[in-house]
């Protein structure tokens, strides 16, 4: 009994030695791994640090690091952002008015052009008004229905009704302007002195490949939008595009023809522009996007002389 | 003949007598209510006709604790006139309803709805709290002009604050903040009896809850 309980106990002894030992190693493996790759959320920072030191060709090194930086920058930005918007108190703000350095970036989130565009039209009465835009903020929803009941009262419609979000200040200096009559050039001036303050932040199709506001497209897509409120047709694809930096490449294959086009950024160009160019309407800018995520990050992030596949639709 | 004209003169008295009954709680000696249009809405400021009537639940309280509710001065603020109750109706006649000013309630929602004064809006003191990051539409909805930094009062609307009464915070605290904010003391004026000398009196009283 006795025996034959510590018969298959002997041989264990070394075992577990050789289970101290092998776990030490893990443990000095693991650490060793740590200290020489970091941590998975450093991973990006560290490999386009290191690419731009691998990289020989200084062309590649420049899109590369700019696609680095856009998916790293991305990121933090937006919540920064985020905290600056709910933290931010009405002194500070009109403090960050009066002495604020143009950004370097225009400010973008998610709202799309449509949105926006609808939004202007009901505000001016040519389209069924939306519903107001939801907010988590009780601020928010509370300011809402005080401007709602002062109005029932004061009976004044052009008193505000909605509080002025940076979200949905772009609608409300759009729809001032338009109200004053005022010129393409003034809001197009209008709108880019404000996103150079950071007062207004713009759906990415909307941004150029300078980093300006695109003010032509916006007015474009009211117009369009009013037209077919008004009854009017919605826009068409146009036919055939030519002009400058417009590529046509025809690949024939055996059983099949296809034509391939492509486009190179020129400045002034924005998602929306180029969407607008080839398919007669920005919203369509997905169809681009989608076909060029290489070397797009972000609709908000073409540059000039930037070559993107236009695909057919 | 002599008895049919004394008893003519008797029933014309006691007509007279209960049309007089009827009105017998009234606002002054020659007016029994105030009826006012406010953008379209009639509002009529009357009183409890029961002479028997007495105030009971939370505005019969006497004693409640300072702080917070502590005895507040006659003025809100330099240059801020304080008003009683004939000078509200007077207000809502000849400045709310000329679209001229706007009447406060600057107590929390659930308070105003649960009753105020007839033609009042609800602007909770908290909203006008320099915190609040969209202050600047609420003075833009009173008549501002120009830019934050800069705002133009000048055809801004007159506006009276009240809130529960004298042992109230809230519109003197609106008051302070409306006067930070660059609103002129001259535009602004304050019902210190508020809400508590509001019901004392029997006056009319609005409840914007059971209305919807």
């Given at each position: ?11 264990r002894q070394?075992n577990?030695?050789v289970r101290v030992v092998?776990g030490?190693?893990?443990?000095a493996?693991l650490?060793c791994g740590?200290?020489?790759l970091?941590?998975v ?5 560290r490999?386009?640090v ?15 690091l700019f696609a680095g ?7 933090p ?11 931010r108190t ?12 143009a950004?370097d ?7 799309n052009?449509?949105d926006t ?7 001016l009465g ?5 519903s107001?835009?939801a907010?988590d903020d ?13 109005r029932?009262?004061t009976?004044d ?6 509080p002025?979000t ?9 729809v001032?302007a338009?109200?004053e009559?005022?010129?393409d050039a ?5 709108l ?8 207004i932040?713009v759906?990415?199709?909307?941004v150029t490949?300078?980093g300006?506001v695109d003010?032509?497209v ?6 369009a939008?009013?037209q ?7 826009p068409?694809?146009?036919e055939?595009?030519?002009g ?8 024939q294959?055996a059983?099949e023809?296809a ?6 950024v020129a ?5 929306g522009a180029?969407?607008l160019?080839f398919?007669?309407n920005?919203?369509r800018y997905d169809?681009?996007?989608n ?8 609709p908000d992030l073409?540059?000039?002389?930037q070559?993107l596949v236009i695909?057919?639709? | 003949m002599?008895?049919?004209?004394v008893a003519?003169?008797?029933l014309?008295?006691s007509?007279?007598?209960?049309a007089a009954h ?7 000696e020659?007016r029994?209510?105030a009826?006012?249009t406010?953008n379209?809405?009639q509002?009529t400021i009357g ?12 505005f019969?309280?006497?004693?409640r604790p300072?702080?917070?509710f502590?005895i507040?001065p006659?003025?809100?603020g330099?240059?801020?006139?304080t ?13 709310v309803a ?9 107590r929390l929602?659930?308070f105003f709805?649960a009753g ?7 602007v ?10 969209y202050r600047?539409?609420?003075m833009?909805?009173?008549?501002a002009?120009?830019?934050?930094d800069?705002?133009d009062?000048?055809?801004?609307l007159d506006?009276l604050?009240?809130?529960n ?6 519109s ?7 006067l930070?904010a660059g609103?002129p ?6 019902y210190?009896g508020?809400?508590q000398?509001w ?11 059971a209305e919807?």
């Amino acid at each position: 009994m006795t025996l034959a309980y510590s018969a298959p106990n002997t041989p264990r002894q070394p075992n577990i030695l050789v289970r101290v030992v092998l776990g030490f190693f893990v443990f000095a493996v693991l650490l060793c791994g740590y200290i020489v790759l970091p941590p998975v959320a450093e991973w990006p920072q560290r490999m386009a640090v290191a690419r731009q030191a691998l990289q020989p060709d200084p062309e590649v090194t420049r899109s590369d690091l700019f696609a680095g930086e856009a998916l790293l920058a991305d990121a933090p930005l937006v919540t920064a952002q985020a905290v600056e918007v709910e933290a931010r108190t009405t002194a500070q703000l009109l403090a960050e008015l009066a002495a604020r350095p143009a950004l370097d970036r225009v400010r973008t989130d998610e709202s799309n052009l449509q949105d926006t565009t609808a939004g202007v039209l009901s505000a001016l009465g040519l389209q069924e008004p939306q519903s107001a835009p939801a907010s988590d903020d009780p601020m928010f929803s509370m300011t809402a229905n005080v401007l709602s009941s002062i109005r029932a009262v004061t009976g004044d419609d052009s008193a505000p009704s909605v509080p002025v979000t940076p979200e949905n200040a772009l609608q409300a200096l759009v729809v001032a302007a338009l109200r004053e009559g005022q010129s393409d050039a003034y809001i197009d001036a209008l709108l880019n002195e404000a996103a150079s303050r950071g007062d207004i932040s713009v759906p990415r199709i909307l941004v150029t490949a300078e980093g300006r506001v695109d003010t032509t497209v916006l007015l474009a897509s009211i117009v369009a939008e009013a037209q077919i409120a008004a009854g009017g047709q919605a826009p068409l694809v146009p036919e055939l595009v030519e002009g400058p930096g417009v590529e046509v490449r025809v690949v024939q294959t055996a059983t099949e023809t296809a034509q391939h086009r492509f486009y190179t950024v020129a400045p002034g160009d924005s998602l929306g522009a180029i969407a607008l160019m080839f398919y007669g309407n920005s919203a369509r800018y997905d169809a681009i996007f989608n076909a060029n995520r290489m070397i797009l990050s972000s609709p908000d992030l073409l540059r000039v002389g930037q070559r993107l596949v236009i695909p057919q639709i | 003949m002599l008895r049919d004209v004394v008893a003519a003169v008797l029933l014309c008295l006691s007509f007279a007598a209960s049309a007089a009954h009827a009105q017998e709680v009234r606002l002054t000696e020659d007016r029994a209510e105030a009826v006012i249009t406010i953008n379209g809405q009639q509002i009529t400021i009357g009183r409890i006709q029961d002479q028997a009537n007495q105030i009971t639940g939370e505005f019969a309280r006497t004693s409640r604790p300072c702080p917070p509710f502590c005895i507040h001065p006659m003025s809100a603020g330099e240059g801020v006139a304080t008003l009683g109750e004939l000078e509200v109706i007077a207000f809502l006649e000849t400045k709310v309803a000329t679209g001229e000013g706007i009447l406060i309630d600057s107590r929390l929602p659930v308070f105003f709805q649960a009753g105020t004064i007839p033609g009042a809006v609800n602007v909770p003191f908290s909203i006008l709290e320099a915190e609040n990051p969209y202050r600047n539409d609420i003075m833009r909805a009173l008549g501002a002009t120009g830019t934050p930094d800069a705002f133009d009062f000048s055809g801004a609307l007159d506006l009276l604050l009240f809130c529960n009464g004298p042992w109230c915070d809230q519109s003197p605290r609106a008051i302070r903040n409306l006067l930070a904010a660059g609103y002129p003391a001259a535009k602004i004026s304050y019902y210190r009896g508020g809400m508590q000398d509001w019901l004392l009196m029997g006056l009319s009283v609005q409840t914007p809850a059971a209305e919807g």
